[in-house]
């Protein structure tokens, strides 16, 4: 395979062309390229407008196209990134105040591996004791961590727990006792603690998604979430698929306020409707497959 090289911005576009894309305008061509960069627009959303991978574009496809499909991923990453965060600071109060509860409220107590289904996730459990401790020998690094070390000498885990990620909070619920796992997920009608180790887990990865601006509309995470209510409820939804986007709507169903969740579903719709007419009824009906989306989708707010 021939290594890649620089292109100009004209050359560029001459290439596009020589795959048969369709250029409207090539000045404003050029400033999207300037924008947003030919790797992250045309490499990263080409796939849906190709007749094969590695082949020509299908005569339908346009450039402007492709920035449609762009922009929209752009702010459903946006959307969802807000609504995860939320979700997230939900579980973290959670946890740190059943594992208070259950455990105590010292510093030793946290890392007290005991205090850990440490019989069968040592190697787990090791790994995060040994972020969380150096967490704690560079708390000046951390301002409210550093704060409560040099005031009280110890910092208590709801203090703590801010400064972890999504997916050490994610494994962090994984590998506790299950009756702090139950203390927590009972605050979620219909979910069980397996069935929030698995949301947790596919929610950390779509965050990293969304918080390092990949391509989100097509991805899907290596676990999947398990059968839920709301699955049988679903006309021509495929049962072998809950790992994209529109399962991780599915968690926001049981883990976010109703509020939060209907206006987030009112904005993707919105999102979708401004979209269409850009992109056409073929290229709509691919990006809502490639989502996940069956054709009643909207009903998840019922």
Excluded at 30 to 49: C, E, I, N, P
Excluded at 156 to 162: A, G
Aim: hydrophobic share 35%; net charge neutral.
């Amino acid at each position: 395979m021939p290594e890649k090289r620089f292109l100009t911005y004209d050359q560029q576009i001459e290439l596009l062309k020589s795959k048969n894309l369709q250029i409207e305008n090539e000045d404003t061509a050029k400033k999207y390229l300037a924008r947003f960069g030919y790797y992250s627009l045309v490499s990263g959303y080409k796939d849906m407008f190709k007749q094969e991978r590695n082949g020509n574009y299908r005569a339908d496809a346009s450039f402007s196209k492709l920035v449609s499909l762009y922009i929209f991923d752009d702010y459903l990453k946006n959307k969802l990134l807000h609504e995860l965060i939320r979700v997230e600071k939900h579980i973290r109060s959670l946890y740190s105040y059943s594992f208070c509860d259950i455990f105590g409220d010292n510093q030793t107590d946290y890392l007290n591996v005991n205090n850990y289904n440490y019989q069968r996730y040592q190697s787990d459990v090791n790994t995060f004791i040994s972020k969380i401790q150096d967490i704690l020998s560079h708390s000046e690094n951390y301002p409210y961590i550093h704060y409560n070390i040099s005031t009280y000498g110890t910092v208590p885990l709801w203090v703590l727990i801010q400064s972890i990620t999504f997916g050490s909070l994610s494994k962090m619920y994984m590998f506790s006792y299950q009756h702090l796992q139950s203390q927590v997920s009972r605050n979620f009608d219909c979910i069980y603690p397996n069935h929030l180790c698995k949301m947790l887990n596919i929610m950390s990865k779509f965050r990293n998604v969304c918080a390092h601006g990949e391509r989100l509309y097509n991805f899907k995470t290596r676990n999947s979430i398990l059968d839920l209510p709301i699955h049988n409820n679903i006309e021509n939804y495929n049962p072998n698929s809950k790992n994209d986007v529109f399962n991780l709507l599915i968690c926001f169903k049981y883990l976010s306020a109703d509020y939060d969740f209907v206006t987030l579903i009112q904005s993707i719709v919105e999102m979708i409707d401004t979209t269409k007419p850009f992109l056409g009824d073929y290229y709509t009906s691919k990006l809502l497959s490639s989502m996940g989306f069956p054709e009643n989708w909207k009903d998840i707010t019922k």
